[in-house]
């Protein structure tokens, strides 16, 4: 089972959306796919003359803003993406984590102020996906989620994407990006451990907002899954990008690689 996760940056680009579904199909099985928004949104906000508020990073949800951002990542961003996927022949299924209350959240508290309705997953309703990718369906998830006694919460889309894969134990996280990976000297990483991926962190090579999605991806490794990459359109349906695995995954990757390695100059001695 494999989980993907694709940007507000991305999904604002047609090309990039009708691509997708190209990829989406070459993967040969369904997929959750949850996507972000926040760039449309931003803009929206500029329109309607609604002052985007911080706190320390994190984007404020205020009534108003939560009313925008509903309209925009459950309506507009969601029923795009639901859209061009039919089109590229794949069966698709629009939703958000209001839906059936499948992915139920909290209010996320902040010690240096009020988020508003920003909200944290507290749990998922598993059995709503995993009937959906049964049947060859691919959920397109909006991180809109449900709150106690019927409130509503606007939830970090790289967040969710992670709750999910912990929860449905997935074999994969993907999160799509518009670079081919975690990179170095302009070229990408094609494996990381997790101790070599907080190197990188203290070295400011991963830097930016490469960090939050691999934090996420180290989180997602040491809840139970078994990897997660960083990756493009190409490298989707390519299998390349940038892997991440548990310490000793990785190593008895690296092991059989060089085992490999050395079988394969015997053999031609």
């Known amino acids: 089972m494999r989980i993907l996760k694709v940007g507000g940056n991305e999904i604002d680009s047609p ?107 507290t749990y998922v309703k598993t059995g709503v996906f995993t009937r959906l990718l049964e049947d060859n369906i691919f959920p397109i998830l909006s991180p809109i989620c449900y709150g106690p006694g019927g409130s509503i919460f606007n939830v970090n889309a790289d967040h969710v994407a992670l709750a999910l894969a912990v929860a449905l134990a997935a074999d994969e996280l993907v999160f799509l990006t518009n670079v081919p990976g975690v990179l170095k000297d302009e070229v990408f990483i094609p ?51 940038t892997t991440i695995t548990n310490d000793e995954l990785f190593i008895e990757a690296e092991v059989e690689a060089e085992s490999k390695a050395k079988a394969k100059a015997e053999a031609k001695r």
């Open 191 to 241: 494996k990381l451990s997790p101790a070599e991926a907080e190197t990188l962190i203290g070295q400011g090579i991963i830097a930016g907002g490469m960090i939050p999605k691999v934090r996420s991806a180290l989180e997602a490794v040491a809840g139970g899954v078994n990897s997660v990459r960083i990756t493009d359109l190409d490298g989707l349906s390519q299998g390349t990008g």
């Open 15 to 121: 090309e990039f959306v009708g691509r997708l579904g190209q990829g989406l199909a070459s993967l040969g099985e369904p997929v959750v796919l949850v996507h972000g928004g926040g760039k449309e949104i931003k803009q929206l906000q500029e329109r309607l003359g609604l002052e985007a508020q911080y706190i320390d990073g994190l984007r404020v949800t205020d009534e108003d803003s939560l009313a925008l951002v509903q309209m925009v990542l459950a309506g507009r961003i969601n029923k795009r993406l639901v859209a061009t996927l039919s089109n590229a022949g794949l069966d698709v299924f629009g939703m958000s984590g209001i839906d059936r209350a499948c992915i139920q959240a909290k209010k996320l508290e902040h010690p240096n102020g009020d988020l508003g309705y920003v909200g944290q997953v």
